[in-house]
């Protein structure tokens, strides 16, 4: 059966519009006095119009309990293909052989099943195999840490409206506005302008959902409209305010995916031919998008199955996979099929199976709203009437992230149907909430840090003002190729950091940056990592305090410190990956097309200029790399700064019996001689330096005194632009004698290791 499956979601900055949009596309009268949404409002549409439905009005509505049943006729008659009675059961012997249970749904289904068999002598049978449609809109909320969730929810059969305040400035900082029964409260100013906003989502929506058809080209969704409200405050400037916001995003990668912007007046919604022109053009082209390019063939008992969930979600909002079995049966779905029929409307939106999560392997979520309620139950519009007995949990939670058990369990006692612990396991799955053990709270509770619901703070780039008793590493900025920090990234990116690092609550903590504390196993000083969100990269400040007692190198540790940030990068990109990649039987899979570049701001070129990176060579990266900048194209030395984020490879060393400490031997009036190299005792093995090439005991093979010195790995014999040798380590840990050319200066011995050089 042709079935056409869309999503509609509404996105955009708290208190634009976008619930009277919503209405306005509904054609339900404007209402000035509204309420913000609380992470998202989720409403099952159907557009009934004369051509759709047998319903005579011509508007949009949500669908109602009638709606469903009469539709049910047409997919018993096909789905069974024979005539019933309307006393007639409709269970079989599949129905029987799930067991012979008598609960309430099993109860429900049968009445469902009776009620749709009472309209049995109305039903035209030529009419069960049209195309139906249906519509999930998704009014999402416009805080931030709303945005955060989203991707989660995401799906590529969407039409997404990114929608804008057209009466203000596109360049000015947004501010998170909260609408309580028609009054406005102003609350945290984003560091982020409207404008940058919109493309971070067009970039972003592009980068998690583009999807491509067999021949490579790209599919038919998702689409996108930027919408405009207040538009009869702005009716001599529409064209200019369009053309503005479409000069920005033509061109890009992700243009692909809009379809245009349209500025409305959602005012005069529904008042006939008053109304706005522009969102009747709307209407239809969600009709179009949907009919045209949405059609998917569904099993008959799969669109059955679907259709008595959907009934069913009005009185219940979870069941158990058996009860899911019961109504599988039911719709002539055999017992094997239907975890997939599960997991198929799960990837249109209809329904939330998680069953690779423990606590949820046996719970399936038939009404979303009903989970997202519970989540929103952490972002509370106005005051908690309990809030003043729960006031250090809400401090706690609110100024520093952390949600503790007593909390959350209080916040999520309504939800009866799934525990709270259910929730919990859900944000830790998605990487949106991490176990943490503080000395803020007693131990015996709970403690789960969700850096999403923070407040933002105003950031400094690249900033190199340390206490004189302190050592920086030069900042590490990560990339994207879409222009900006993927929504959903950062706040994951530092949840999985939560689970190597300590929290550094001492320097506070903001959504967007984070100090944790890092101590290597083996040393005594204290590192600060500090993270932060800079709209367009993550930038990466290591920090050093030093202890006169250190026996590991800021250079090791950094390139430690390095690992957790790139495999943090990596957990993150896989979660992303998984909500991007849903697919569907006529659907392949979307591609998750960001990537993301590790890169080094320069500290050579004044601090004045702004931040900009070194470039360096493709291979061979390493302490004595030649690299230059994106201002400076002459090729330098590393600074030490940057030397400490890439290995010593330089080297090499000598053995002088006359002392235990290391010394230079002179040997500037030396000729040019064929110098022969002996390994003289047992060097470490080969894996323990491979194993640990940075420890302490295994520092290189050869050194070096000069830190002009461009060095070469893989070669046995090297001559660098200052004439200081270089050799293979694996030839020496082999043993093997080596002649290298050499016009050596100095020659720093370690006496340590027991090498002789014959001159």
Same mark, same amino acid.
């Given at each position: 059966m042709d079935v056409a499956y869309s999503r509609v979601l509404f996105l955009g900055t708290a208190g634009v519009g976008k619930t009277s949009f919503k209405r306005s596309l509904m054609k339900l009268p404007f209402e000035p006095n509204t309420t913000s949404t609380v992470v998202a409002d989720i409403s099952r549409v159907r557009p009934f119009t004369r051509n759709w439905h047998t319903l005579k009005e011509d508007q949009w509505r949500v669908v109602s309990y009638d709606d469903e049943i009469k539709e049910l006729v047409g997919l018993i008659l096909a789905v069974y293909r024979k005539k019933f009675s309307a006393t007639s059961p409709v269970f079989n012997d599949s129905f029987q052989s799930v067991g012979e249970i008598s609960n309430e749904i099993s109860f429900e289904v049968e009445k469902i099943i009776s009620d749709a068999l009472l309209h049995i002598e109305d039903y035209a049978l030529s009419d069960n195999l049209k195309p139906q449609p249906f519509l999930h809109f998704w009014d999402c909320g416009g805080q931030l840490p709303f945005l955060e969730i989203l991707p989660v929810f995401l799906t590529s059969r969407t039409l997404f409206f990114l929608i804008f305040d057209a009466e203000k400035d596109l360049k000015s900082n947004w501010k998170s506005v909260i609408n309580i029964e028609g009054e406005s409260l102003e609350q945290e100013e984003v560091p982020m302008t409207t404008l940058d906003?919109?493309?971070?989502?067009?970039?972003?929506?592009?980068?998690?959902?583009?999807?491509?058809?067999?021949?490579?080209?790209? #599919?038919?969704?998702?689409?996108?409209?930027?919408?405009?409200?207040?538009?009869?405050?702005? =009716?001599?400037?529409?064209?200019?305010? =369009? %053309?503005?916001?479409?000069? =920005?995003?033509?061109?890009?990668?992700?243009?692909?995916?809009?379809?245009?912007?349209?500025?409305?007046?959602?005012?005069?919604?529904?008042?006939?031919?008053?109304?706005?022109?522009?969102?009747?053009?709307?209407?239809e082209a969600v009709v179009g998008f949907t009919e045209k390019k949405l059609v998917l063939k569904t099993p008959l008992s799969w669109v059955l199955f679907r259709k008595v969930i959907q009934v069913l979600s009005k009185k219940f909002n979870v069941i158990s996979f058996e009860d899911a079995c019961i109504i599988g049966a039911a719709s002539n779905i055999p017992l094997k099929d239907v975890p997939h029929a599960l997991m198929f409307y799960h990837e249109l939106g209809v329904l939330l199976f998680y069953p690779q999560i423990d606590g949820m392997k046996d719970k399936i979520v038939i009404n979303p709203n009903y989970f997202v309620d519970a989540l929103g139950e952490i972002f509370p519009l106005s005051m908690n009437p309990d809030r003043e007995r729960y006031h250090i949990e809400w401090e706690l939670f609110q100024k520093y992230g952390i949600l503790v058990q007593p909390l959350y369990i209080k916040l999520w006692n309504n939800y009866k149907d799934i525990s709270s612990e259910f929730f919990i396991e859900v944000l830790i799955h998605f990487c949106i909430a991490v176990e943490v053990k503080t000395d803020k709270y007693p131990s015996h509770s709970k403690q789960y840090f969700m850096p999403l619901i923070l407040k933002s703070t105003q950031v400094n780039r690249s900033s190199m003002t340390l206490p004189s008793d302190s050592i920086q590493a030069a900042p590490l900025h990560i990339t994207f190729n879409g222009g900006f920090v993927p929504p959903g990234f950062f706040t994951r990116f530092v949840v999985v950091l939560a689970n190597k690092m300590e929290l550094c609550f001492e320097k506070d903590i903001y959504r967007n940056h984070v100090t944790f504390r890092y101590q290597d196993p083996n040393c005594n000083s204290i590192e600060h990592v500090i993270v932060t969100d800079c709209t367009d990269d993550i930038q990466i400040n290591v920090i050093h305090h030093?202890?006169?007692?250190?026996?590991?190198?800021? $250079?090791?540790?950094?390139?430690?410190?390095?690992?957790?940030?790139?495999?943090?990068a990596k957990a993150v990109e896989e979660i992303l990956k998984k909500c991007a990649s849903r697919c569907t039987l006529e659907n392949k899979a979307t591609q998750y097309i960001f990537t993301k570049k590790f890169k080094y701001v320069c500290t050579k070129c004044p601090s004045t200029t702004s931040p900009h990176y070194i470039k360096l060579p493709p291979t061979n990266q390493n302490q004595l790399s030649q690299v230059f900048c994106e201002n400076n194209k002459s090729y330098r030395s590393l600074t030490e700064n940057e030397k400490?984020?890439?290995?010593?490879?330089?080297?090499?060393?000598?053995?002088?019996?006359?002392?235990?400490?290391?010394?230079?031997?002179?040997?500037?009036?030396?000729?040019?001689?064929?110098?022969?190299?002996?390994? $003289?005792?047992?060097?470490?093995?080969?894996?323990?330096?491979?194993?640990?090439?940075?420890?302490?005991?295994?520092?290189?093979?050869?050194?070096?005194?000069?830190?002009?010195?461009? #060095?070469?790995?893989?070669?046995?014999?090297?001559?660098?632009?200052?004439?200081?040798?270089?050799?293979?380590?694996?030839?020496?840990?082999?043993?093997?004698? =080596?002649?290298?050319?050499? %016009?050596?200066?100095?020659?720093c011995v370690w006496e340590s290791l027991n090498y002789i050089i014959h001159y």
């Open positions: 906003y919109m493309l971070n989502w067009m970039a972003n929506i592009h980068g998690h959902l583009m999807s491509y058809n067999e021949e490579g080209g790209f #599919c038919a969704f998702p689409r996108m409209y930027c919408v405009g409200t207040h538009g009869d405050c702005v =009716k001599d400037r529409k064209s200019e305010i =369009k %053309k503005e916001l479409e000069q =920005k995003y033509q061109g890009k990668d992700f243009s692909a995916l809009v379809e245009g912007t349209v500025i409305v007046d959602n005012t005069s919604s529904g008042q006939g031919e008053a109304e706005d022109p522009s969102l009747q053009v709307l209407r030093p202890s006169d007692q250190d026996s590991v190198s800021f $250079a090791k540790i950094c390139q430690d410190v390095r690992v957790y940030l790139e495999d943090a400490v984020w890439f290995k010593d490879t330089s080297q090499f060393f000598s053995y002088d019996s006359s002392s235990t400490r290391q010394s230079c031997i002179d040997v500037t009036s030396t000729p040019v001689v064929a110098t022969t190299i002996s390994i $003289a005792t047992a060097v470490p093995a080969a894996s323990q330096i491979r194993n640990n090439p940075t420890s302490r005991e295994n520092e290189g093979v050869i050194t070096t005194c000069s830190s002009d010195v461009f #060095c070469m790995e893989d070669t046995s014999v090297v001559t660098t632009t200052m004439g200081v040798i270089a050799m293979d380590k694996d030839l020496l840990l082999q043993g093997s004698t =080596k002649r290298l050319s050499t %016009k050596t200066e100095h020659v």
